[in-house]
């Protein structure tokens, strides 16, 4: 039931943004409580752990196997043959590596936060004169505190893909999924895009109210990307079972979790090399304020330069990068239906 699966999928990744959001908001607000810095990270740390196993804990009372599992387990050599045969599978693997750009700026906010921001509002002379992190910052005569600078840009990108979650079992009624595919990849370069154009100019000084909701309409497309993969993969179980009469769940599902190591550390990588390009300066270490918090390395207008555009325009190409191995997807429209009804009539005949 395809219809069943999209809203269970989007149910699932929209429980696990919430859950990646939460210690985003609760562990600032924990380390300076009265619990303090180690105390509010062992509670988060406890709090989390135990929701997270009591919420795992609820798959073993509510799922219920649709498909009857193999009794044999395929060998090293069969698993490799089952992926060369498997087009969608290989196609949704070159769209992820190809995209992996995408992410950069979700997991460079600290870099954005740090330097596009509270740099810009930091009064040197007086962290010169006191040795003084944050009365440094509170003479730049910014309204939101330093500590959660990085949190509120944080939940700006989960904001934006929370209702992406939440819409795309609606236009799964309207459209294929390599149409939302291309469509919101195309929404993510355009977003990307705009957002470098509007703070090029200069980037130390960046306006954080537009740049909340530049955040927001960036998240969009990374929502729906949280939810389509999951889709195709499941998507090309069935194309498999179809092509060979093994389903081989295991190893497509399996790729799912390979790939997003693979693109997290291509993204990684690609950090690093925009890092050294543009001159950026490490932190000295030991260099530290009278209250033992880390002193940052003023960057220069150039390097500022250079982390706008590895927050917007590396994940701009990456978004474009993404949709040409779509364009190869035939699984789709006339050619799904005829083999899903296939896969009905197999299903029948099997029980």
Not at 140 to 156: D, E, K, M, S, Y
Not at 184 to 213: K, T
Request: aromatic fraction near 12%; charge should be positive.
């Amino acid at each position: 039931n395809e219809k069943e699966r999209t809203q269970f999928i989007s149910n699932g990744r929209l429980g696990s943004t919430f859950g990646g959001i939460l210690p985003a908001l609760l562990i600032p607000i924990l380390r300076q409580s009265s619990l303090g810095l180690r105390g509010g990270y062992l509670f988060g740390a406890i709090l989390f752990g135990v929701m997270g196993a009591l919420l795992s804990s609820l798959a073993f009372f509510t799922t219920k196997e649709r498909i009857e599992p193999s009794t044999t387990t395929p060998t090293f050599k069969e698993t490799v043959h089952v992926v060369g045969q498997n087009k969608l599978l290989l196609l949704v693997i070159a769209a992820a590596i190809l995209g992996s750009t995408m992410v950069i700026a979700n997991i460079s906010a600290d870099y954005i936060a740090n330097y596009l921001i509270i740099q810009g509002y930091t009064d040197f002379d007086v962290l010169a004169s006191t040795n003084d992190v944050v009365a440094a910052y509170k003479a730049g005569g910014f309204w939101i505190p330093r500590g959660t600078i990085l949190t509120t840009l944080t939940v700006a990108i989960g904001a934006g893909m929370v209702p992406a979650m939440v819409v795309f079992p609606m236009l799964r009624k309207k459209f294929d999924l390599k149409q939302i595919y291309i469509g919101s990849s195309i929404f993510g370069v355009i977003a990307h895009c705009v957002c470098y154009f509007l703070f090029m100019n200069d980037p130390g000084h960046i306006n954080i109210y537009i740049l909340w909701v530049c955040l927001f309409l960036m998240g969009f497309p990374l929502g729906i990307y949280n939810v389509i993969t999951y889709a195709f993969i499941a998507d090309s179980v069935d194309y498999m079972q179809w092509k060979t009469g093994k389903r081989s769940e295991g190893v497509c599902f399996a790729f799912q979790t390979f790939l997003s190591k693979v693109t997290a550390g291509i993204a990684g990588v690609v950090t690093g090399w925009v890092l050294e390009i543009g001159k950026y300066q490490k932190p000295i270490d030991g260099n530290l304020d009278i209250n033992g918090k880390q002193i940052l390395a003023q960057q220069t207008p150039f390097t500022q330069k250079w982390l706008l555009i590895m927050v917007t325009l590396l994940p701009a190409l990456g978004f474009l990068l993404t949709m040409i191995p779509m364009f190869f997807n035939d699984y789709t429209g006339k050619k799904k239906e005829k083999i899903q009804k296939e896969l009905e009539e197999i299903r029948k005949k099997e029980h």
